[in-house]
């Protein structure tokens, strides 16, 4: 079988996914970007990779772009990122087995975003031409199935999928242990200090818990708008003991720091398409609280098991399970362990490339099941 994904750029999300397919199908797999990764990503700490052996850049030169086509139209199974609709084009002709991923669609308004042109387009589109041909959805978000559900489009042709990020292989008990030895809990979250993120979720349940008498701290990764703000909060309510903001560091130094935490906090809206910090946390074996609205959420956390869910934006639900957390180790040792379990034997890159692979084989008549959990499983409403 081969195996190609298309898309503008090749990306670090995409490189962990792709080389486990790569290890499964050697040469029968490739990866076809359309443009150079933009300054803008470069600027914002985008590696650029050159020395893939699976990797086409269909823009540099002509033979790359031949090669492309040739491989549009050949592969047995395509999976499409972001691909201009041409291309769509060109392979739906084909007849052959197709795949598109997508965030949700609705991460605004609903009917501020079923007014944009561009998903009006995109709804013509598969009413012309995808509706009666092998072309099906993978969701990189929990809340797609829903969104095309009122669209009525892709009814029985949705599959889980998501980021995957890569995972490391730790003795993850010996990283519970080492955790005992820390004389207060650390608490971790990540990400751009944006309004859709809600960085001020983290102030408003530690002005709750320091009045209770927790003996904690809380680290903030990340930079953005309301940076300086938060930083305001915190010397206003005089947090400064127990909150800081470590600004940007290296993803290899988040990790060694999700390692060492006890609790990770995950607070975005429905804005937060996927998520990958989730995966990220869970696979270091951090006891996750995530908002619901988060589209990995649903897929990566099973409430009460590996993590918590709270509603989105309600702090009295995030400071009630993060008192649990607290006070109870049993319960937050076992959600550790059990989310690093969570993430490095089914939300992997290895098993999604395993798992896809075998829902390909099945869509082509080549297999006799499914997966029944995880990457490339049917998706369902929620």
């Known amino acids: 079988m081969t195996i190609s994904i298309i ?9 962990p996914i792709c ?33 893939k052996p699976y990797l086409i850049s269909a823009y540099k030169n002509e033979d790359e772009k031949v090669r492309a086509h040739r491989l549009i139209e050949e592969s047995d199974v395509v999976i499409l990122g972001n ?21 949700r669609w609705f991460k605004r308004k609903y009917f501020t975003n079923i007014l944009s ?24 978000s929990a809340y797609l199935y829903n969104d095309l559900s009122i669209l009525h489009i892709f009814r029985n042709r949705c599959f889980k999928w998501g980021y995957f990020t890569a995972v490391p292989q730790y ?22 200090f944006l309004s859709w993120k809600h960085p001020e979720l983290l102030i408003r349940m530690a002005t709750i818990l320091k009045d209770l008498g927790y003996n904690f701290e809380i680290n903030m990764y990340g930079n953005g708008a309301l940076q300086k703000s938060i930083q305001r909060q915190i010397n206003k309510l005089n ?31 429905q804005h937060e398409g996927w998520g990958a910090v989730l995966n990220e946390a869970m696979s270091c074996g951090c006891a996750v609280i995530s908002s619901n609205a988060i589209g990995a959420t649903p897929y990566l956390v099973q409430h009460a098991k590996n993590g918590y869910i709270f509603r989105s934006g309600d702090v009295k639900q995030l400071v009630h399970y993060c008192k649990i957390l607290i006070d109870d180790q049993t319960i937050r040792e076992t959600m550790s362990y059990n989310a690093y379990k969570t993430i490095s034997e089914i939300w992997s890159p290895k098993n999604a490339a395993i798992q896809f692979i075998q829902t390909a084989k ?15 499983s049917i998706a369902n409403k929620l």
Not at 97 to 103: A, G, I, K, P, Q
Not at 120 to 138: D, G, Q
Not at 368 to 373: E, G
């Open 239 to 269: 947090l400064g003991d127990i909150v800081y903001l470590k600004g940007n560091i290296a993803n290899n130094e988040i990790i060694q720091q999700m390692c060492k935490s006890h609790i990770f906090i995950f607070t975005s809206d």
């Open 83 to 103: 691909a201009p609709t041409s291309i769509k084009k060109q392979r739906v002709a084909t007849g052959k087995l197709t795949f598109e991923y997508s965030e």
């Open 7 to 15: 898309s503008i750029y090749f990306i670090h999300h995409l490189e």
């Open 362 to 376: 099945y869509l082509k008549g080549e297999s006799f099941s499914l997966p029944t959990t995880g990457p490339a």
């Open 171 to 192: 003795d993850i008990k010996q990283i519970i242990t080492d955790r005992r030895n820390q004389n207060k809990i650390r608490i971790i979250w990540c990400a751009r």
């Open 19 to 51: 080389e486990e397919l790569y290890k499964l199908l050697k040469d029968d797999f490739h990866f076809i970007a359309t443009a150079p990764v933009s300054n803008a990503l470069k600027n914002n700490g985008y590696p650029t990779y050159n020395n």
């Open 117 to 140: 042109p561009r998903l009006i387009k995109f709804w013509l589109f598969y009413i012309l031409h995808l509706r009666h041909k092998p072309y099906y959805m993978l969701c990189a």
